[in-house]
T-cell receptor, first 115, second 113 residues
Framework: AQSVTQLDSHVSVSEGTPVLLRCNYSSSYSPSLFWYVQHPNKGLQLLLKYTSAATLVKGINGFEAEFKKSETSFHLTKPSAHMSDAAEYFCVVTENSGGYQKVTFGTGTKLQVIP | DAGVTQSPTHLIKTRGQQVTLRCSPKSGHDTVSWYQQALGQGPQFIFQYYEEEERQRGNFPDRFSGHQFPNYSSELNVNALLLGDSALYLC????????????FGQGTRLTVV
């Protein structure tokens, strides 16, 4: 069975400090993993994706994530938070099974950036 | 490339009414998925359409139905609206072969009163 766990529902950081949003997954097959960001009352924007190439993935706006198979983790990081990073972040896992693509969202992590 | 477009952006309906939401996928994509996102929650998968057929379905009642047209655009229909159907409805387009990201529209905010 496929599942995604975002370990923190809320994360608060000061502007200019590092960001760490944690995501663990389980999958029976070789998954693809994604991070999406959602600003208030907006749709979801792709930050980055892992699809079995390099395990360290760089995304937009200075975000990156590292796929660690042994830990079944795909944590999102950024060296220095900006006020505009305040949003909700979703970790997503997809796998192809039986010809179908199954997509599972995490419950989301709200990032607050304190000036 | 216009990306994924959804219409309308906002909608207010009365309990018991029916609603149709529309989605045009990103150019080159052949698969459309619909999600319901209640306030403060993550998106919940409703169903996915490919080649004009419903391919997968989440845990939603039959009041939720859909359609995909030959040009890959899609509609989501909800009958007998309940107050609990109030949510942001997101459309995502992708390639059926998978391994690629889904692109999301801005959503339709449905309010049932």
């Amino acid at each position: 069975a496929q599942s995604v766990t975002q370990l923190d529902s809320h994360v608060s950081v000061s502007e200019g400090t590092p960001v760490l949003l944690r995501c663990n997954y389980s999958s029976s097959y070789s998954p693809s993993l994604f991070w999406y960001v959602q600003h208030p009352n907006k749709g979801l924007q792709l930050l980055l994706k892992y699809t079995s190439a390099a395990t360290l993935v760089k995304g937009i706006n200075g975000f990156e994530a590292e796929f660690k198979k042994s830990e079944t983790s795909f944590h999102l990081t950024k060296p220095s938070a900006h006020m505009s990073d305040a949003a909700e972040y979703f970790c997503v896992v997809t796998e192809n099974s039986g010809g179908y693509q199954k997509v599972t969202f995490g419950t989301g992590t709200k990032l607050q950036v304190i000036p | 490339d216009a990306g994924v477009t959804q219409s309308p952006t906002h909608l207010i309906k009365t309990r018991g009414q029916q609603v149709t939401l529309r989605c045009s996928p990103k150019s080159g994509h052949d698969t459309v998925s619909w999600y319901q996102q209640a306030l403060g929650q993550g998106p919940q998968f409703i169903f996915q359409y490919y080649e004009e057929e419903e391919r997968q379905r989440g845990n939603f009642p039959d009041r939720f139905s859909g359609h995909q047209f030959p040009n890959y655009s899609s509609e989501l229909n909800v009958n007998a609206l309940l107050l609990g159907d109030s949510a942001l409805y997101l459309c995502a387009s992708s390639l059926f072969q998978g391994g690629t990201e889904a692109f999301f529209g801005q959503g339709t905010r449905l309010t049932v009163v």
